[in-house]
């Protein structure tokens, strides 16, 4: 056989790669991201489901506002306006729970399909590839959490201005609030990620997570009684943090903002730390 | 080229490689034959660092493959068949694989054209047959232009022309001087695609020579030879290292002789040979002998586990 017939021939040229650094690695993942349809949908859906939900809630509000039967009696005017502030970000604890599922569903379905015995050939030193897979993620869910808490803004002002509770967005702290829900939703992201590597599975990863986010939360409430350590410990837990970094106001014995964001982080860290040394360890 | 050196892998209690040790050689196809279970998967995921060695080494081209700044162009490996999102594109699932080395698009459509993927290229995996779900693999292998190929069982689920088409890619590829180790159960095409073989049964390596050796199974030759004198003939070529077996009341079968000897044996002593038939063993008989314990191990294997299974549906 010529080895110009030959197939994959050297002598072709056509063969241009180079080292793998995390540049390139980032680009592969950001293809795989993007080329996969649950990606889109679920996204798509984040969106709709968190400015559906904070247009809900301005409904609401200017509907407490104008109830023509209790009115709204002195001090009541004052929370209103601070729980208007708060409508940009008020999809988030849906939102959070879908993008949790993208999260884990993207790292998940690799283990689920075979997928990542190609990644791991193709990155053998593996950590960039988890590493990649996580920015990706984290930063469509940033930017995800931001325009959805943007647009719930636009769309509430008009809705609100009917019982003059529209505001800018220089009003006490609702620009940070509403890029914080872009930040909340990464940290968020990077859980699903970290849970999704460490179970390797889809279906227990959204378990999981959905569990840590929704259902501790309400165990929390229901044994508030019972012991004074409970309620201390509730507000370490995923979503009161998410909670707080994008509060507009704080309250006073919670957690303020940064603390809140510092908490959501440090799950967020630690997670991911756990998904890096098992990674390193186990066979694929 | 692989070097592995004393390489074991057990999972739990079970040995899956056996600390075997050998070399692929670039230059030539080197198969990887052995009954299922026998390790040659579990061989093939260590060296590409899939699965980390209970003990020992392996390393391709002096490095072992992680260490590789470009592995996609040292190795090229067919693991598995779909080992893939069945919801991307094998256009997506390659370009995705080529972005860690910055491999080209057109790089991408040139092994698409290659493996000849082009009309479902754009399509999702899922809906691929296993023969497609091969070609993608063999797709992905041959990206990095690599100078190392692992392919297992490439030829699994093709149809014919797609077995021809692998054995002429792969001789191909070893023709370039490069390094092609494949997996096979399939002993008739270790038969013709492979120039070298290395035999796995129960983790253990059980041979590792050219292929015409393991035919003749060892060098010593087999004759067949019908006379009427039998017994006269073998008292006549009886000898150390020669080895007569009795297969009828006119039939020897004798081995470690040349025909010729046995001829010149006869002769000397004026008996009359009716039929002197050396006989090349197929590639089946060698492989039955080398692993016919390794399979009826395996079946013992199968019915103690089926056992259990049984109580705990009556329960």
């Known amino acids: 056989m010529s080895t110009a017939a030959a197939p994959g021939s050297r002598s072709q040229r056509s063969w241009a790669g180079r080292p793998v650094t995390f540049g390139r690695v980032l680009r592969s993942e950001w293809i795989k991201t993007a080329t996969v349809p649950s990606t889109v949908i679920l996204l798509a859906v984040s969106f709709a489901v968190m400015v559906g939900l904070g247009a809900l809630v301005a409904w609401g509000i200017v509907q407490l506002a104008s109830d023509p039967e209790s009115g709204p009696p002195e001090g009541i005017g004052q929370s209103l306006q601070t729980a208007a502030y708060d409508v940009p970000s008020a999809g988030l604890p849906f939102g959070q729970l879908l993008i949790a599922a993208l999260a884990v569903v993207l790292i998940g379905s690799e283990y689920t399909t075979g997928m990542i015995r190609s990644t791991m050939v193709a990155v053998p030193t593996r950590i960039p590839a988890l590493l990649a897979k996580t920015l990706v993620i984290a930063v469509i869910s940033f930017l995800v959490g931001v325009l959805a808490a943007f647009t719930t803004y636009l769309l509430a002002q008009p809705i609100l201005g009917g019982s003059d509770l529209d505001f800018g967005l220089e009003a006490d702290g609702v620009l940070p609030s509403i890029i914080n829900t872009g930040t909340v939703l990464a940290l968020i992201a990077i859980m699903g990620v970290g849970i999704g590597a460490l179970l390797r599975n889809t279906a227990g990863g959204v378990v999981t997570l959905v569990g840590a986010l929704f259902v501790l939360p309400i165990i929390a409430g229901l044994l508030t009684g019972l012991a004074d350590w409970v309620e201390d410990a509730a507000r370490f837990l995923p979503s009161s943090a998410a909670g707080q970094l994008v509060a507009t106001q704080v309250q006073p014995g919670q957690f303020n903002q940064v603390e809140g964001g510092l908490i959501l982080a440090g799950w967020a860290v630690v997670l991911l730390a756990a998904a890096i040394l098992v990674l390193r360890k186990r066979d694929v | ?315």
Do not use: C
Request: charged letters at 20%; a negative charge; aromatic letters at 4%.
């Open chain 2, 1 to 315: 080229m692989i070097e592995a050196r004393e390489l074991a892998k057990r999972y739990g209690g079970k040995t899956a490689v056996d600390g075997v040790s050998f070399s692929v050689q670039p230059g030539r196809v080197t198969g990887f034959l052995g009954p299922n279970g026998a390790g040659k998967s579990t061989t093939m995921r260590l060296i590409v660092g899939l699965d980390h060695p209970t003990s020992g080494t392996v390393t391709v081209n002096g490095k072992p493959y992680a260490r590789h700044r470009m592995p996609l162009h040292e190795v090229g490996a067919l693991l598995e068949a779909k080992a893939v999102h069945p919801r991307r594109s094998a256009y997506n699932h390659l370009r995705a694989l080529a972005a860690t080395e910055g491999i080209s698009t057109k790089r991408v459509n040139e092994v698409i054209e290659l493996t000849g993927l082009g009309p479902v290229a754009r399509k999702r995996v899922g809906g691929f047959s296993l023969g497609m779900g091969q070609r993608l693999g063999i797709a992905a292998a041959l990206l990095g232009d690599p100078q190392t190929l692992i392919l297992d069982e490439p030829v699994n689920g093709l149809d014919p022309e797609g077995v021809k088409w692998v054995r002429y890619l792969v001789k191909g590829l070893a023709a370039e001087g490069r390094t092609v180790f494949i997996s096979s159960h399939l002993m008739s095409e270790m038969a013709v695609t492979a120039d070298h073989l290395i035999v796995i049964g129960r983790g253990r390596i059980l041979a590792d020579a050219p292929i015409e050796t393991v035919l003749t199974g060892g060098q010593a030759e087999r004759v067949l030879v019908r006379t009427d004198d039998a017994d006269g003939l073998a008292a006549a070529v009886a000898a150390a290292g020669v080895e007569i077996r009795r297969e009828a009341a006119d039939e020897l079968t004798v081995l470690g002789l040349s025909a010729r000897s046995i001829a010149e044996a006869a002769f000397a002593r004026g008996i009359l040979i009716t039929g002197l038939i050396p006989q090349q063993e197929t590639l089946e008989d060698a492989y039955m002998e080398l692993t016919g314990g390794e399979v009826e191990y395996q079946s013992q294997q199968i019915g103690a586990q089926a056992f259990p299974a049984n109580e705990g549906q009556s329960e």
